[in-house]
T-cell receptor
Framework: ETGVTQTPRHLVMGMTNKKSLKCEQH?????MYWYKQSAKKPLELMFV???????ENNSVPSRFSPECPNSSHLFLHLHTLQPEDSALYLC??????????????FGEGSRLTVL | GEDVEQSLFLSVREGDSSVINCTYT??????LYWYKQEPGAGLQLLTY?????DMKQDQRLTVLLNKKDKHLSLRIADTQTGDSAIYFC????????????FGAGTRLAVHP
């Protein structure tokens, strides 16, 4: 496996469900990110982990809960979501302090639909 | 606050040049980027320009930066159907990690 892998690729959930999105990077990077991609809107930075510590939390509702157990894995736990949370959730990784500044490596995304 | 704006859609004929434009707000951005997202895929870094440069050329790609107007453009020469994708403009902010602010993306459609 190479690059950044996200599972599941597609997820449909009801507003009362609890589910998780998983991201794994095989690049030896030390920073990981969650972005939200909605149609016709700027890509929205949600969370950043650098060296396994959360360094950014962009006013994201508490129904989204990130977890970074180690530098290779990142989760996004979802509970009591709203239909407007339906979007493509992208995970990315980078080498903080060492790689090209601004070079993020993205996964293919998890397409979430909230009914 | 930080903001990156770009038009949402561009349609060009195969073989023509494409020009995708972007405006940004943070004059202290060190780098500015173009990322490409092909259908069903994540974003991939296409090219970037350091803020003290006006132009960067890389094969069919030309990036122009006007710092005074905070305007960035990407020109694709001899556009091919394989160039059909969404192109995201992004600026980097300080923070010790790679904090990028992206635009909404410009969907480039290439037709015969």
């Amino acid at each position: 496996e190479t690059g950044v892998t996200q599972t599941p690729r597609h997820l449909v959930m009801g507003m009362t469900n609890k589910k998780s999105l998983k991201c794994e990077q095989h690049l030896g990077h030390n920073a990981m990110y969650w972005y939200k991609q909605s149609a016709k809107k700027p890509l929205e930075l949600m969370f950043v982990y650098s060296l396994e510590e959360r360094v950014e939390n962009n006013s994201v509702p508490s129904r989204f809960s990130p977890e970074c157990p180690n530098s290779s894995h990142l989760f996004l736990h979802l509970h009591t979501l709203q239909p407007e949370d339906s979007a493509l959730y992208l995970c990315a990784s980078s080498q903080d302090r060492g790689g090209l500044v601004g070079e993020l490596f993205f996964g293919e995304g998890s397409r979430l639909t909230v009914l | 606050g930080e903001d990156v704006e770009q038009s949402l859609f561009l349609s060009v004929r195969e073989g023509d040049s494409s020009v995708i434009n972007c405006t940004y707000t943070d004059s202290s951005s060190t780098y500015l980027y173009w990322y490409k997202q092909e259908p069903g895929a994540g974003l991939q870094l296409l090219t970037y320009i350091f803020s003290n440069m006006d132009m960067k050329q890389d094969q069919r790609l030309t990036v122009l930066l006007n710092k005074k107007d905070k305007h960035l453009s990407l020109r694709i020469a001899d556009t091919q159907t394989g160039d059909s994708a969404i192109y995201f403009c992004a600026e980097s902010l300080s923070g010790g990690y790679n904090k990028l602010i992206f635009g909404a993306g410009t969907r480039l459609a290439v037709h015969p």
